[in-house]
């Protein structure tokens, strides 16, 4: 693929310069990366690597740690079956075995799993934190390809720093040591027995959060790591589908709002969110978006809305958005970003719902590419794919939504997930 690099006609900053070194030894930290040629306006800093005798606290064996997030994307194309990790601090991209059927990219933060209808494919982007409440853990490390991993169709994956849960949209459930799948080893999956119809299985607190989705099903248990049933929350969530972690604790959507669950010197509880009104089964909030631990979510809602939910407040807020096909938000006076059909991408104000910039973004007349779209968010920037322009946006959404770097690539990015947040 030719891959080419675009720079604005203005002198380098001290960052970009310090980019460019790395630039140059990108290859002995990462293997076989292709440069991606973009804009550097990132504003991030590059990695340090800090120098000690001794072994610091939160070492990690083989990994460099870093004084903040270090953003990877990963990028896979339904077509080729090519896939990428593009990474956004030093603008590498590394190229990932070819996934051949290749129809859907999840993430636990860390891992990337490529979907097929044959297998569940992880990946190892080498970009993570460990987040121990009153201060975070910030790690970068080589990019490997792990291998096949347990359920065929892993619908969820979720993860702590002890076990990586992984179901199924029939409603299997297995449990794999995180550790051992850290050390680039698939381990032998345990099943998890009792999780049903689909539901989510959520690690949190060193227990399991296990909800139960379908028709008559509305409890969400707390299990130990082994699986055994802990006790059953009181307050039900009848036909949960979508969560979220956040600071506050873990969200899981249900037919009459959401439930919050959370933990207090190992007591759990659960509260009720609820909607306020009736709403139908398509308008529900099912697929949360959200920047990592923020305790704004986005929600599409229907055809012609997103729902925000503030976790810290307890409420819900529907704003009128028109058709779109994604929808995200920082959070914290951030605005809702909603992705339309006709691939513009438009900023609102949540506290009054009002549009206030608009912006023409992806290919005009791919509809494809707007269909698979999605707007990852981090504490900066938003990324946004275009599977029919093969390119990836960055956007400062505190800037009016101004084009900060676009990713030129040699595939098609019709699935998008970022890690190390």
Avoid at 134 to 142: E, F, K, L, Q, S
């Amino acid at each position: 693929m030719t891959l080419r690099k675009i720079r604005p006609a203005t002198a380098l900053s001290r960052a970009e310069l310090i980019g460019s070194a790395l630039l140059a030894g990108s290859g002995l930290l990462i293997g076989s990366a292709l440069l991606v040629g973009c804009q550097n306006d990132s504003g991030r800093q590059p990695a340090s690597v800090p120098k000690s005798s001794s072994v610091p606290h939160g070492y990690v064996e083989g990994a460099e740690e870093t004084a903040e997030q270090q953003p990877r994307l990963v990028l896979a194309d339904a077509g080729t079956g090519e896939a990428g990790v593009l990474d956004l601090i030093t603008e590498d991209i590394t190229p990932l075995k070819r996934t051949e059927g290749v129809r859907g990219l999840i993430t636990d933060g860390r891992f990337a799993y490529l979907r097929t209808d044959g297998a569940t494919h992880a990946v190892d982007t080498g970009s993570w934190k460990v987040d121990h409440g009153d201060h975070v853990h910030y790690y970068r490390a080589g990019i490997r390809d792990v291998g096949p991993i347990g359920t065929a169709d892993a619908a969820r994956v979720h993860s702590d720093q002890a076990v990586t849960a992984v179901s199924s949209a029939e409603g299997a459930g297995e449990l794999f040591d995180r550790k051992r799948l850290e050390s680039g080893t698939v381990p032998r999956g345990r099943a998890l027995s009792g999780a049903g119809g689909g539901g989510a299985i959520v690690p949190y607190k060193e227990h399991l959060l296990v909800a139960s989705a379908g028709a008559g099903r509305d409890t969400v248990e707390i299990r130990d790591r082994d699986g055994a049933r802990v006790t059953t929350l009181v307050e039900p969530c009848a036909e949960a589908q979508g969560e979220a972690f956040t600071r506050r604790g873990v969200v899981f959507g249900c037919a009459d709002g959401a439930l919050l669950v959370s933990e207090d010197k190992g007591t759990f509880g659960a509260e009720k969110i609820a909607y306020g009104e009736d709403v139908s089964a398509s308008d529900r909030a099912v697929d949360f978006r959200h920047r990592a631990g923020s305790t704004t979510l986005a929600a599409r809602s229907g055809d012609d809305g997103v729902w925000i939910l503030d976790v810290t407040d307890r409420a819900w807020t529907r704003i009128r958005t028109g058709p779109v096909v994604a929808a995200n938000t920082a959070g914290e006076g951030a605005p809702l970003l909603a992705l339309g059909e006709d691939g513009a991408l438009t900023a609102y104000d949540i506290a009054t719902g009002k549009r206030t910039v608009r912006k023409e973004l992806l290919t005009k007349g791919a509809t494809s590419s707007a269909a698979s779209a999605v707007i990852e968010v981090d504490t900066t920037r938003a990324y946004i794919n275009d599977a029919a322009a093969k390119k990836v946006y960055e956007i400062d959404y505190n800037d009016r939504l101004r084009l900060a770097r676009t990713f030129p690539l040699g595939f098609a990015p019709t699935y998008m997930v970022e890690t190390g947040r």
